[in-house]
Every structure is written in C-alpha cells, then in structure tokens.
C-alpha cells in the first residue's frame, strides 16, 4: 500500500451529516448501491479478508483525500433512494447508480415478496421520475451492467488515491457471491423480511427470462426517453 493511500481516514457518521459536503451514492432501490459500497468499504478499510456485510454497514464514512471541489477537505459518501431534492441533498453532484428498469422489477418483487405484476406499474411510473430528478445533479453515471468493470472509474472519481493493487482487491472482496453466502450465513440488516434473500442473482438481463412482452413494454414505456438516453435501448 502507498503512502497516498495510508492517509485514508474513515469515519462513521453517527448524526446527520451537512448537506453541502455530502457526496452521495443515490439510485433507485434494486439498482446495485449496496454492492458498490461493499467496494468502497473494502477500498477504503482494506483487510486481508473480505469485510462482513456487518462491517460494510458502517458506511456512510468519509475519506480526507485531497478534492479540490471540498471545504475543508472531507468526503461524507452516503446512500440515497429518495428523488432528488435540494433540501434534503444538497448541492453536491452525486454519483448516480442506474439500472435497466426491466430488470429492477423482478428483483423489487422479489425482495417485497410482491407480484410482477404489482411492481411494473410501481417502476414504470417511479422509475423515470428518480432518474430525471438527479439527472442535473450527477457528477457520475454508475450502471449495474457495466458493474464491477466501472468500480475503478468510481474510485478515481472519488479522488481516491489511485492503487490498481488495492483496487482489484476491493473488487474481488465484494464480489456479489461473496456478499450472497455472507448473507446465507449471517444474515443482513437491509433486507425487509418479507420476500427471499437481499442478494439475488447480480446478473442482467433476467427482467426479459420471467416477465411478459407486455410486462416488459409497458416499464419501457414507462422509462420514456431516459430508457434509449442511459443506453438501454428500444427492445
């Protein structure tokens, strides 16, 4: 490990953080901000062993790497579902995770142990609203499909001392099999107790193998111009 990056400091933020200094991890729910901050944690709280999902829970924390858009020179990363409003995020730009929207509905039926049907008109009427509120508000596009491939780009956006060793190690410690047989063994304090397991498959394209060609229409058109502009496609 370099010098660089033994500077790290990492801080839980037990009260509410300010909002001007908040960098946040903001999605859809199901889109994949759980697994990129078991990469983060493992980045930035490196062991020689994964890190528990009880550990990775610590997040959000901040790392005082040098930024030249901080004051003082402080990161506070943290996850946000919500739409985007000024109030309640700040002016910061986010780090935008985004995912097909076909395949967010089987996972959020799934996870609430709902029907597919239930959850296409939730989706398709929700999801292209989130997308647009943080749209102006993005300092980076983070997309499931691309993902672990897109982790090393996140970091470097982060400001995060640039350690290819450490980086590859943090991507093979959050690798989501990993996380899904910690899971299996330990349980995990995000899931809602209501459907099946939080971590599923983290593949894509499984939205098209279990719902209908109408089901499937319907989110697409639902997604409107975000579906083609996030590069999703007309199919």
């Known amino acids: 490990m370099n010098s ?40 930035l709280m490196p062991k020689d062993k994964p890190l528990t999902l009880r550990e990775i829970l610590e997040v959000p924390f901040y790392t005082n790497t040098d930024m030249p858009d901080s004051d003082p020179k402080k990161e506070l990363i943290g996850k946000a579902h919500h739409v985007y409003s000024e109030e309640r995020h700040g002016k910061r730009p986010a780090i935008y995770i985004v995912r097909d929207p076909v395949d967010i509905v089987p996972s959020f039926a799934d996870f609430f142990g709902v029907s597919i049907d239930y959850m296409v008109e939730k989706v398709s009427y929700a999801w292209p609203q989130h997308v647009a509120s943080w749209w102006p508000h993005t300092k980076l596009i983070l997309k ?17 001392p640039d350690d290819k060793k450490l980086c590859l190690s943090a991507i093979k410690y959050s690798n989501f099999a990993l996380l899904k047989e910690d899971e299996k063994k330990n349980g995990f304090g995000e899931f809602s107790g209501k459907g099946n397991a939080f971590f599923r498959r983290g593949t894509s394209g499984q939205g098209r193998e279990v719902m209908t060609n109408t089901q499937v229409a319907k989110v697409v058109d639902g997604a409107g111009k975000w579906y083609t502009k996030l590069g999703y496609g007309n199919t």
């Open 144 to 160: 499931y499909e691309d993902m672990p491939n897109n982790f090393h780009t996140l970091a470097k956006t982060l400001y995060i």
């Open 4 to 43: 660089k990056t033994e500077t790290i400091k990492i801080s839980l933020l037990v009260n509410s953080p300010p909002r001007n200094k908040m960098r946040w991890l903001a999605s859809f729910a199901r889109s994949g901000n759980t697994w990129v901050r078991a990469f983060l944690a493992n980045l």
